[in-house]
C-alpha cells in the first residue's frame, strides 16, 4: 500500500490504546498510518445516562461518517458499541483476540464487607450507565442502588475515588488495557457466565468500506476467526432482540477444545424481573435463533 493509512478513533485513552497498537500491527508490516481523532455523540453529552440519548451508535456514527466520506481508511472501534444493523457501505474488515470479556466490580475500602456477597456493603451505590448492569446487579444484591455514572475510565475512577460511589462497575479489558493500578480499592473480577457481558466485549472491531481491497488486506493477519465465530453469535442474539444500550441485555458465547458453542445470557424484559439462560451446541448455526427463542418463551 503506498499511501498512508488514515485510522479513525475516538480520543478516549482507551480508544487511543487500541488505535495505537493496530498502528504498531499495520506499521510492523511495512505500513505507513496516520492516526484521525473523531469526536462522536457519546463523548460530547456526557450529562445523560445511554438509555437517554437518542438512536444508536453513541461512540461509533460521526467515525462511521468520515469513513463513509473517504476521510479516513479504516476505523477502529469497541466491538461492545458498534450496532449490529448492517451497513451496505462498510464491512468489519477484521477482529483482533479477545481480552478479558469480564465485567469488574471496584470497591471503596469503606464499603467492603468481609464475607457479605461481592464484600459489599448493604445499601451500597454503585455507579453504572448501563441497563445491563444494572439489572443484573440489582439481581444480584437486590439491596443496592445503582445511580449513573460517565466519563472516560480514568473519570469514572477519580469518582469513585472522590466518594460519590461505593462502588463502580466497568469492563475488565480497559482496566487491563490501561494498565490501572487499583490497589487502592477492593476489587471483584465477574465470571461471564455469571454477570454476562455485553455483545463483543474485550473484542477491538476494525471497519472498512466494502470493496476496500486494499485496506482489507492490509488489515488481513489481525484477524481471529475463532474470535468472530463467536462474538458473531453474541451480536446476532442482539440483533435479534434489537438490542443496544437501550436494552438490558446480556450475551456471551465460548468455544471449548472441541468446538462445542456455550451462550450464557441475561436479559429483562420491561417490568419483569431479570431473565437468565445457557444453551451448548456443536454448531453456531441457528444458535443466536436458539438463544433469542429461550429468552423470549
Not at 469492563?171 to 455483545?199: K, M, N, Q
Not at 424484559?269 to 443466536?288: F, N, Y
Request: net charge neutral.
Amino acid at each position: 500500500m503506498a499511501k498512508k493509512l488514515r485510522i479513525g478513533t475516538r480520543g478516549s485513552k482507551l480508544a487511543l490504546w487500541q488505535a495505537h497498537t493496530v498502528q504498531t500491527h499495520l506499521q510492523a508490516h511495512g505500513l505507513e498510518t496516520a492516526i484521525h481523532v473523531i469526536k462522536t455523540q457519546g463523548d460530547r453529552v456526557q450529562d445523560l445516562s445511554f438509555d437517554k440519548l437518542e438512536g444508536k451508535g453513541f461512540f461509533t456514527k460521526e467515525i462511521e461518517e468520515q469513513l463513509h466520506a473517504s476521510q479516513i481508511d479504516l476505523a477502529v472501534h469497541s466491538l461492545k458499541d458498534l450496532p449490529t444493523e448492517k451497513d451496505e457501505h462498510l464491512q468489519i474488515g477484521a477482529l483482533t483476540e479477545r481480552a478479558s470479556p469480564s465485567d469488574i466490580l471496584i470497591v471503596n475500602r469503606a464499603a467492603v464487607v468481609d464475607g457479605g456477597p461481592l464484600s459489599l456493603k448493604q445499601g451500597a451505590i454503585v455507579g453504572t450507565s448501563s441497563l445491563r448492569r444494572k439489572s443484573q446487579m440489582e439481581w444480584l444484591r437486590p439491596d443496592v442502588t445503582c445511580i449513573d455514572l460517565r466519563g472516560n475510565v480514568p473519570t469514572r475512577i477519580r469518582k469513585l475515588r472522590e466518594g460519590g460511589y461505593d462502588a463502580i462497575i466497568l469492563a475488565h479489558a480497559g482496566i487491563i488495557r490501561l494498565e490501572i493500578d487499583l490497589s487502592e480499592f477492593h476489587t471483584w473480577v465477574f465470571s461471564p457466565r455469571e454477570f454476562v457481558p455485553a455483545a463483543g466485549q474485550g473484542v477491538v472491531a476494525l471497519q472498512i468500506r466494502r470493496g476496500d481491497k486494499t485496506t482489507a488486506q492490509a488489515i488481513s493477519h489481525i484477524h481471529q476467526t475463532n474470535v468472530a465465530r463467536c462474538s458473531n453469535v453474541e451480536r446476532k442474539v442482539l440483533q435479534l432482540m434489537d438490542g443496544g444500550c437501550h436494552v438490558p441485555l446480556g450475551v456471551y458465547c465460548e468455544a471449548d477444545a472441541l468446538e462445542n458453542y456455550h451462550v450464557w445470557a441475561a436479559w429483562q424484559p420491561p417490568d419483569e424481573k431479570l431473565k437468565r439462560i445457557k444453551l451448548s451446541l456443536g454448531t453456531t448455526h441457528e444458535l443466536a435463533e436458539q438463544v433469542v427463542h429461550l429468552l423470549k418463551n
